[in-house]
């Protein structure tokens, strides 16, 4: 039972002390000492009665009296601490039953053990920073989970850039694929076909327009120091076609742009013999 009356939704939000004492004398005194502090206080008359009113109830901090028939308050207070092991568990007791409760505290099943007769003001502040405690515990867990959340929430995006960075992989390995494909088709036409950069540069040349033009410097060459004066001015010009002359064979050339993925213009001349010369 708890000796304030308070709404569900407040109860739940105020911290909680739950006093367990077979005297109902003990019990009446303990609530009349905090009935001024800023927490919500239950009570239970035995170990059994405070295991029910903790099923029903949030309980922050328990202090237990250790003598009680059925159930010893060192025992209820291992049993409160396997079912609910958040809560800070405080034995009040006299000195005889000091070994029993040396090995409760020594196990973790108790936090502190407060004696009989109490000092009132040694009693309210030996609760206060139990619910400190608590409080600190509390806090610890939530940054726990919060760290936690957060790793598995780096775990998810890591999980998410290492499928991107896969995929990406399988394009660009596509694309080099791709790539090498249209690399040795170009080089296997049976036209001549040289690339110039934006300045003017030979800076590629197929087979078939290695072998017509041998004699003439291509790669890394200026086209107008390789080729008639009509190839630079297609090339000026961008597009378009002309009739040239190189080494006695006349070609139909023409001239194409090229924009590559740096946005950098390129320019692909075509030279098709002209069988009408």
Known sequence: MSDISLTDSDASARPTVLLVDDEDSILSALRRLLR?????????????AGLDELARSRVDVIVSDQRMPGMSGVEFLR??????????????????????????????????FLSKPWDDDMLK???????????????????????????AELVRVN??????????????????????????????????????DPDGLLVFANAAATRCFARH????????????????????????AATMKIDDCAYQVSCH?????????????????????
């Open 36 to 48: 001024r502090e800023a927490y919500q206080v239950l009570t239970a008359n035995g170990g059994q």
């Open 79 to 112: 049993r409160a601490k396997e079912l609910y092991p958040d809560t800070v568990r405080m034995v009040l007791s006299g000195y005889a039953d000091l070994q029993s409760i040396t090995d409760a505290i020594n196990t973790g099943a108790i936090y502190k």
């Open 125 to 151: 502040a030996e609760i206060e920073e139990a619910f400190r405690r608590k409080a600190m515990h509390d806090e610890n867990k939530g940054l726990n989970q919060q760290v936690k959340s957060a790793n």
């Open 159 to 196: 999980a998410r850039l290492q499928e991107a960075l896969e995929a990406q992989r399988r394009r660009t390995e596509l694309g080099e694929t791709a790539l090498t494909a249209v690399q040795e088709i170009v080089n296997c036409l049976p036209v001549p076909l040289l690339g110039v």
């Open 217 to 240: 410097p291509l790669l890394g060459t200026l086209i107008a120091e390789a080729l008639p004066a009509a190839a630079t001015e297609l090339v000026a010009r961008g597009s378009g």
């Open 257 to 277: 742009t090229v924009d590559s993925i740096m946005q950098q213009r390129g320019y692909v001349l075509i030279f098709m013999p002209d069988g009408t010369s």
